[in-house]
């Protein structure tokens, strides 16, 4: 427990210098971690690789090699950026957060109907969490994983929703779902990484190939017939972020089985290829065709 303690009290320290630190000189050190990254550590690279030849067969290595470098830069921001925003004024941080759309959760709020928020691991998806809440009138709720160090996991918890969101633990998803709510909800759910376990499984074509992907979104945005929206997220340039919500379905409860996974799918897809070194492509995305031998 005291090395939890110290190792907390390291991070908070590390953390409090982002507030004196300018974004000018943010985007110094971010150059700088870049350069450990992609020239010293190599991180993730194999991967990284795989996904871009697959996802991209047809772009010469130099392209994939000039679309891995962009992609090590952004990653480089995107850290920093997550940990400049924890000390970021609500205003500053609306400044560089820009809604392009707003009236189709409107229409949802003005029904009194919830909604989930579909989401990839794609530009700041930390500061577009952060933004929420000052630009749509349901009450947001993010579903997370908690972090198993609690003083982490509560700083974490504290930082992300302190301009009101409800973060709420993927182990209690379905109690949360079902519970009475004083207005409705927006649910943000993260639905692209792989999910390991076969049970949880939903699938769709992605980039030519049958994808597993995570089933929570499909499964109780049917059985409780919950509209689902799209949030597309995009970068400006540095430090600058547009996100535009995007109807997906009103009626989940109509489509057949993996019919609403696929709809995500083809718009998170749509998004890459617009900016594709903004998807953190070091994730193992398709672990039984690439990485079964690594």
Not at 197 to 209: C, I, L, R, S, W
Not at 260 to 272: D, G, H, V
Request: charged letters at 30%; aromatic letters at 18%; a positive charge.
């Amino acid at each position: 427990m005291l090395g939890k303690k110290i190792s907390f009290f390291l991070f908070r320290v590390f953390i409090a210098l982002f507030k004196i630190i300018p974004f000018w000189l943010l985007y110094r050190l971010s150059d700088f971690v870049y350069f450990i990254f992609f020239y010293i550590l190599s991180y993730r690279k194999n991967v990284v690789i795989k996904n871009l030849k697959k996802c991209f067969p047809e772009k010469s290595e130099q392209e994939l090699k000039r679309l891995r470098k962009n992609f090590y830069k952004i990653l480089s921001d995107i850290i920093l950026e997550t940990f400049k925003g924890f000390t970021m004024s609500k205003d500053e941080l609306l400044k560089r957060f820009k809604v392009k759309e707003n009236n189709v959760a409107e229409k949802y709020f003005q029904q009194g109907k919830d909604v989930i928020v579909l989401l990839g691991h794609f530009a700041n998806w930390e500061w577009a969490i952060a933004s929420v809440v000052e630009k749509f009138n349901h009450h947001p709720a993010v579903l997370y994983k908690p972090i198993s160090n609690q003083l982490f996991d509560k700083y974490f918890r504290d930082k992300r929703g302190r301009y009101g969101a409800g973060l709420v633990s993927i182990y209690e998803t379905r109690q949360y779902f079902m519970k009475e709510k004083p207005k409705p909800v927006m649910y943000y759910m993260g639905a692209d990484q792989y999910p390991p376990n076969k049970e949880k499984q939903k699938n769709a074509t992605f980039f030519g190939t049958n994808t597993a992907f995570l089933n929570g979104p499909e499964k109780y945005a049917t059985q409780l017939n919950i509209p689902v929206i799209y949030l597309e997220i995009q970068r400006v340039k540095r430090g600058f972020y547009t996100m535009e919500l995007m109807d997906v379905c009103e009626q989940p409860k109509d489509l057949t089985e993996n019919e609403l996974t696929q709809m995500y799918a083809s718009l998170l897809e749509k998004s890459i290829k617009k900016q594709p070194e903004n998807w953190m492509w070091s994730h193992k995305r398709w672990k039984r065709e690439l990485y079964s031998f690594d």
